[in-house]
């Protein structure tokens, strides 16, 4: 049975937790450990190579957010902190990744509600024809409130050659939603660094309105082995002792090439790996068993074309 | 008149923190809001003009209370309602309904009686706002 009746409204916002008296102490470790702070940002050391500077911000940032929430315990309002982020290094260098990681991070500490990462590139904002560009921003601005709006490329929304071009329109209202409703939603927006401080520079507002301009450096030969084995170790494969050296030398190689896109080459790089062997398995008559199907030799990395002196 | 169509009609309005939980609560079943604005609250007048397209793949209710705003801003003076479409196999159908905005003086309805063949009487609805051309009524 249920009783019909008038009930109060049950907010969110009424649910106030009594503020601490003046001369409280607060563990910051207990509230880090309850926030499950340290799960996201232990998973990515673990899962993320090298990047010290991209962890070292995320930390700060981190940190920022739970100091934040313990001032508030005690009454003291501070605005909220404008957390639009830019990311800008080379291709492979783990922007979306980080930015996945980011959305995660920020619904933990309590400053998206959701926690979900839109990705856009300039085709989702931009329009066709004049009165088409407005709405479809706004669509995806209103996909991501809550979350994280990450738009990869963003220097191409600004196409300086084309002076009627639609990218502006989008920039304004992106300039407009970034302003006035910061809590709810964070803008992140990723590019290649020259083409980005260009972008930078032709649109001041958006330059001024990002408080963390984060760069991605590129990776050493020792970082992209590292990143190659977890990879492989993700998919179930093993590399024979002698491919070790096949592999460091392959990277090595493959730096030096045109085209070298980071851990997205290095990808590649085992995906035709993987190719080879599953070929050279088939193609050999006898019986195999785990090990042999787990584990790449070094003819599978030898038959690349990067060891005779051509791309790829 | 006060007029009560769609759901909570009969409690006092929703504030915007009350709208919010209820386009929450819409949002985590899966139905799709969408918004609709009239001068013309007649009971069997169903279809009222749309808000642009009813809102898919929202997460937060800060989409849909930010296109709302923008109605309110247009028509200041309109009713306008917010709909919840569940579009699950079995039910396709609109699962809740609700006015969010209504003008600040209600004239209400006037009752029309027109007598016809062997002093039968019918009874038929009209409110008093109708009679100034759409646009202006209230």
Redesign the interface.
């Known amino acids: 049975m249920t009783t019909f009746g008038?009930r109060p409204?049950t907010?969110e916002?009424e649910v106030t937790r009594e503020l601490l008296p003046h001369d409280a102490v607060v563990d910051l470790g207990r509230e880090r450990a309850e926030a499950g702070i340290e799960d996201v940002l232990g998973a990515l050391d673990a899962d993320l190579v090298g990047l010290a500077p991209v962890k070292t911000r995320i930390r700060e940032i981190a940190a920022l957010l739970l100091v934040d929430r313990v001032r508030a315990r005690f009454g003291v309002e501070t605005g909220r902190p404008n957390l639009h982020m830019c990311f800008t290094g080379g291709p492979g260098t783990g922007k979306t990744t980080v930015a996945t990681r980011m959305a995660e991070l920020l619904h933990r500490l309590g400053h998206v509600?959701?926690g979900?990462l839109v990705s856009v590139t300039r085709d989702d904002l931009v329009g066709q024809y004049v009165g088409h560009t407005a709405?479809k921003t706004?669509e995806v601005?209103?996909?991501a409130?809550?979350?994280v709006l990450f738009i990869d490329e963003a220097y191409s929304l600004y196409r300086a050659e084309n002076e009627r071009d639609y990218g502006v329109e989008a920039i304004e209202i992106l300039l407009q939603v970034m302003e006035n409703?910061r809590e709810?939603?964070v803008v992140i927006l990723a590019g290649y660094r020259d083409r980005m401080d260009a972008f930078f520079s032709s649109n001041p507002g958006m330059g001024s309105r990002i408080a963390h301009h984060i760069a991605f450096p590129d990776y050493s030969t020792a970082e992209l082995e590292e990143i190659g084995r977890l990879m492989l170790q993700g998919e179930g494969y093993t590399l024979a002792p002698e491919t070790e050296e096949v592999f460091r030398e392959y990277i090595g190689l493959r730096r030096e090439q045109p085209r070298f896109a980071n851990a997205r080459s290095v990808r590649n790089a085992i995906e035709r790996a993987r190719l080879r062997h599953a070929g050279r398995l088939v193609a050999g008559s006898e019986p195999v068993d785990l090990v042999a199907l787990t584990t790449l030799l070094p003819e599978d990395f030898r038959a690349s074309r990067v060891f005779h002196g051509g791309a790829t | 008149m006060r007029i009560t169509q769609g759901t909570f009609s009969y409690l006092p309005d929703l504030s915007d923190a009350e709208i919010t939980l209820q386009i929450a609560y819409a949002l985590e079943n899966d139905w799709p809001c969408s918004i609709e604005y009239t001068d013309d609250p007649h009971p069997r007048n169903d279809y009222w003009e749309m808000w642009g397209l009813p809102m898919f793949d929202l997460k937060d209710p800060a989409g849909v209370l930010l296109e709302l705003n923008e109605c309110r801003k247009t028509f200041p003076s309109h009713y306008i309602r917010l709909t919840a479409y569940d579009a699950r196999y079995g039910r396709q159908t609109t699962a809740l309904s609700f006015i969010v905005q209504r003008p600040a003086k209600e004239p209400g309805f006037r009752l029309t009686r027109e007598e016809s063949a062997d002093r039968q009487v019918r009874y038929t609805l009209h409110a008093y706002a109708a009679d100034r051309p759409e646009g202006e009524r209230y």
């Open positions: 008038m409204p907010l916002q509600r959701k979900h709405p706004r601005l209103k996909r409130m809550g979350g409703q709810d939603l």
